[in-house]
């Protein structure tokens, strides 16, 4: 049976119907918890499902269904534009040059990973809102916001078309353009293919973007390809982003993590991992399928059609060899990738050669009193021996130091939360969560970055027993929560970078969220009037929105426990996650190995006739031969590079009726919010006068029927005020350190070009904004008490202050002139900047909301 919209329709739909019964059936276990929410309990089953029908098809099915055109909305803009081939050619380089002599060696060469298929181009595609493109054409404005968003799937299925649903409210929310790249998947494309793709469209966006202007942000896969492309940028060199935001990331394929072990009642990945029908590229032959080709390979083909069966293992499941037990008490030792002369250094001491490893290049484990060594890859998207290279599993990198402010996700109820907060406190202090000696024996290239970067500064939220990936499911409401904590992590880190304000757009009187019209039924027995409560303004311990301040980091951190309704709890450390030994960190672990093997068992036996299938067609290729890429690049056994024939061109693209209402369903929170901005810009806000006193942020104007007009602005100006500890140059490099630093602080005067000439009583001067302000002796007056334009060394601001505004109705105490009064604050001079009150900020704040 094909992978298509009708037979995944055919599988869900049963699972839809039983999970609505259950949920009000059973209310009672599903009581504070987000499955109380009938939308999220739904759309968590569904995916589960989902993923369980597909894995009874192939690898290449699922990527073909998860790969089909999907139709944007009509509101949002959509243009695919080719990488250049000479950013692919020198993020090629980039990467060689990060991987050196070893690492290259370890991938299999510098040739195979750089190959494409016929006629295929590496394609990304921008993403923005219609009204966001018209406005800026409109204006003639360049974009400021740009985020640049890698997709997951395991780093094997998933498209930028599938994802749009979710990158497009990306864009909304931040207002900004978003890019996102089809990069190859494994395991067809394993590592480091991925990586290249994704490294190659940031320098092309490099060349039409500051990098102060540019957000990286992925999910699941697409996290931890971001976490290794930061690692790469800043050891190269490359000019950092202004920040990154990684959604529920995975950063570690070896499975280390003690929340792996768990079984995933709250998630929809598979606690076992993938499984998949057997297929040319999964799973790939091992050691002992390819001798057996060889063999059938130098024979007649006359009995082709006889069955190949392979011989008898050591171990009832396929692809795994049993070494017998060992004595009480004994572990699994790991054994020498090389040679056993090499297993020790001059110190006597393990190299990391042996960490969980078999002579043969195998991993090994200990499991019930039996050293086992896994003959078959586990992960598609790199072979065992690369599961704990640093670029794959970047958590194992040596620092995670020198990073651009970070916000990490994490879904209480997933399986990989463990490895996510482990990430968090690691970029955070490098120095506490050191690798070991042995990993760092392994990888010697990597030393050099232990102590070469200051702390990160990082955000960590642990959303209560959420999923993985939470945003996946955008029509519920936590994720709406997710939605508007990373724009507001998003405005703050672009406006630190750019050192000025940005302004972004208050909808939270228009959100759905905000609003309690939420069409989803809560479901939640025991808790209804706390769900009833939630419809209300949410309280100051609520995730903010775009526009709102972020807290202070304390230690290079915020960290923040959130609940399915987005109130805030303080998070304490997991014992589990950080009590971690660097030894057992990127080493595997029995439990989820025997969860492995055990579905993997079940698949053979299952698909036996169709691995058979498989076997005999191999045998053929290998017999037709395929092309090389010379003695120097052995390609892993999955990578279709290494069984590429004379011509291989790129499947088409087809339609998906399933995806396009999914698609559709996942958009409907956008569309409801856009069509009330549009009624909200259309009719003007009116209250009714009760007194003569009129809030002034009103700004009134009677109408003839008595009441006030007033057109109150729904945008908000983000500004970096100095939660991060410490001075900027902490997150440059020791040996990069600016001798000269750069202010801090800046107002903004208007939305417009900042760099436009300022008028002096209306006469035109060739003095602008930008000098004016990085001035150090600027002086800042007012030419008397009822003057309503400041003035900076006998030159006007092209701005009127609003007498009414003001204390005590001063015009020299105004908010705006004492900031303009301030000077540029240089990095160094923090007590300068502590004069800055917040009150004061909030005054100037309110006046500025009236120019």
């Known amino acids: ?70 139709p944007s909305p009509r509101w949002v803009r959509c243009k695919d534009v080719k990488i250049p081939v000479d950013q692919i050619a020198r993020a090629a380089e980039i990467l060689i040059e990060h991987l050196g002599p070893k690492g290259v060696d370890r991938v299999g060469g510098k040739l195979w990973w750089q190959w494409r298929r016929d006629d295929e181009d590496l394609q990304a595609e921008w993403i923005e809102m219609r009204s ?16 640049l968003y890698v997709h997951g799937g395991a780093y094997f299925f998933g498209s930028v078309g599938e994802h749009r649903y979710q990158l497009q409210r990306h864009a909304r929310k931040l207002q900004a353009r978003l890019l996102a790249p089809e990069y190859r998947l494994a395991p067809q494309f394993p590592f480091p293919c991925g990586l290249h793709d994704c490294l190659a469209t940031y320098l092309y966006l490099l060349t039409v973007q500051d990098p102060s202007t540019i957000i990286l942000a992925g999910d699941s896969a697409g996290g931890g390809m971001i976490l290794s492309l930061l690692c790469v940028l800043r050891d190269q060199g490359v000019p950092l982003p202004a920040g990154a935001i990684l959604i529920s990331p995975w950063v570690d394929l070896t499975h280390s993590f003690p929340s792996l072990a768990g079984d995933g009642r709250f998630d929809y990945i598979p606690a076992h991992g993938f499984m998949h029908k057997p297929s040319m590229s999964w799973p790939p032959p091992n050691e002992d399928d390819v001798a057996e080709f060889a063999k059938g390979a130098t024979e007649s083909f006359k009995n082709m059609g006889s069955k190949l069966v392979p011989e008898e293992k050591e171990s009832s499941i396929a692809g795994v060899a049993s070494q017998g037990p060992k004595s009480d008490g004994q572990r699994a030792e790991p054994i020498n990738l090389s040679t056993k002369a090499d297993s020790q250094d001059t110190n006597g001491r393990q190299s990391m050669a042996e960490h969980g490893f078999h002579p043969s290049g195998r991993l090994a484990i200990e499991i019930d009193g039996k050293s086992v060594v896994i003959k078959d890859q586990i992960q598609m998207y790199a072979t065992n021996q ?25 879904g209480g109820g997933e399986l990989l939360k463990d490895e996510q907060i482990y990430l968090a406190y690691k970029a955070a202090n490098p120095q506490k969560f050191r690798p070991s000696e042995a990993y760092l024996d392994k990888y010697p290239e990597t030393q050099h970055t232990l102590d070469k970067y200051r702390p990160t500064d990082v955000q960590l939220q642990v959303w209560t027993d959420l999923c993985h990936v939470a945003p996946t499911l955008s029509f519920t409401r936590p994720a709406k929560f997710m939605f508007r904590s990373i724009a507001q992590f998003g405005a703050w880190a672009l406006a630190k970078a750019q050192n000025t304000g940005i302004d972004i757009l208050d909808d939270d009187a228009l959100s759905i969220i905000s609003s309690g019209s939420d069409t989803e039924a809560e479901g939640d027995s ?7 409560a939630n419809k209300r303004p949410s309280p100051p311990t609520s995730v903010g929105k775009a526009g709102d301040p972020l807290p202070r980091f304390r230690n290079h951190m915020i960290e923040q426990l959130v609940d399915r309704h987005g109130n805030i709890f303080p998070l304490h450390e997991s014992d589990t ?8 960190v990127g080493v595997i672990k029995p439990g989820p190995v025997k969860k492995w093997l055990a579905a993997r068992n079940e698949w053979d036996t299952k698909f036996s006739k169709q691995r058979t299938k498989i076997k005999i067609k191999r045998v053929k290729e290998i017999t037709a031969g395929y092309q090389s890429f010379g003695d120097h690049d052995i390609p892993p056994p999955s990578a279709l590079a290494g ?35 549009a009624n909200a810009d259309k009719q003007p806000e009116t209250v009714t006068v009760v007194t003569d006193a009129v809030k002034s942020t009103d700004r009134p104007s009677l109408l003839p029927d008595g009441s006030v007009s007033r057109s109150r602005s729904r945008h908000r100006v983000v500004s970096y005020e100095r939660q991060t500890e410490g001075t900027d140059a902490e997150s ?61 060394d006998g030159i006007a601001f092209p701005f009127k202050l609003n007498r009414s505004l003001l204390p005590n109705n001063n015009m020299a105490d105004a908010a705006s002139v004492m900031t303009l009064r301030s000077e540029a604050v240089s990095l160094e001079d923090e007590n300068q900047m502590e004069a800055l009150k917040q009150p004061e900020v909030e005054r100037f704040e309110l006046a500025h909301e009236q120019l």
Not at 134 to 145: A, L, M, Y
Not at 662 to 668: I, T
């Open 1 to 70: 049976m094909v992978l298509n919209t009708f037979t995944v329709g055919l599988s869900v739909t049963p699972t839809v119907v039983k999970t609505y019964a259950s949920h009000y059936l059973y209310r009672k276990p599903r009581a504070q918890k987000p499955t109380a929410h009938i939308s999220y309990d739904e759309g968590l089953a569904l995916i589960r499902q989902f993923l369980h029908h597909a894995s009874n098809h192939t690898v290449e099915e699922l990527q073909a269904f998860t790969a089909q055109w999907v």
């Open 132 to 147: 966001h493109y018209n406005h800026r054409k409109k204006h003639n404005e360049s974009c400021k916001r740009v985020m």
């Open 386 to 410: 690369l599961i704990d290279h640093p670029l794959v599993s970047p958590v194992l990198q040596p620092s995670l130091g020198g990073l651009p402010p970070l916000l990490i996700l994490t």
């Open 526 to 532: 025991g808790n209804n009037k706390a769900d009833k």
């Open 577 to 584: 996650a950080l009590a971690m030994a660097a030894e057992d």
């Open 643 to 677: 069984r590429r024939g004379l011509s291989m061109p790129k499947e088409k693209k087809k339609r998906s009726l399933g995806l396009s209402l999914w698609s559709m369903w996942g958009s409907s929170h956008d569309k409801e919010t856009i069509e009330r901005e």
């Open 732 to 792: 440059i490099p020791l040996s990069k350190k600016i001798n000269d630093p750069a202010p801090v602080f800046a107002p903004v005067l208007s939305s417009g070009d900042s760099s436009r000439e300022l008028a002096s009583d209306g006469e035109p001067s060739n003095l602008k904004v930008n000098d004016l302000l990085m001035l150090p002796g600027t002086n800042v007056t007012l030419d008397s008490s009822t003057a309503t334009r400041p003035k900076a």
